[in-house]
């Protein structure tokens, strides 16, 4: 039996993108791939992450923000950089593994000027779906 592909998403804090594709490719690939995620620079989960996904019935509560490094052990068949500082930063894999970018939108700085919740957490909804689609 071949194994799963094993798929790294990478961003800069691993706080909301990478959580969310991370989230997102355990939802509806879990059958297919494993994946993971990480940061170069962790900073924490995001909250209005875990609310956005768990609205679209995702659990990434029990999902925490790791560096790249604690990751070291695993051979990745994919790194997917979901941001440009990540694209530009991405640290070298050794063997076969294939890095590909996908930019997406970074929800908490869209949602800076945001007035209300609903506002900020609008960006958080559109970025989340637009992952999905990737995913």
Not at 71 to 81: M, Q
């Amino acid at each position: 039996m071949t194994p799963k592909p094993r798929i790294l998403f990478l961003c800069t804090h691993n706080s909301c993108r990478s959580q969310m594709a991370e989230g997102w490719t355990h939802y509806l690939k879990a059958d297919a791939v494993n994946a993971y995620s990480a940061g170069l620079e962790p900073g924490g989960l995001d909250p209005f992450a875990v609310e956005v996904m768990a609205e679209a019935r995702v659990d990434i509560s029990h999902q925490r923000s790791k560096h790249v490094h604690e990751l070291s052990a695993i051979t990745f068949d994919y790194v997917v950089t979901v941001c440009g500082h990540a694209e530009e930063n991405c640290p070298f894999f050794p063997g076969r593994t294939k890095v590909v970018h996908a930019g997406f939108d970074d929800p908490p700085k869209l949602a800076e000027g945001a007035k209300t919740k609903d506002e900020a957490l609008a960006h958080y909804r559109r970025v989340r779906d637009e992952i999905r689609a990737f995913v």
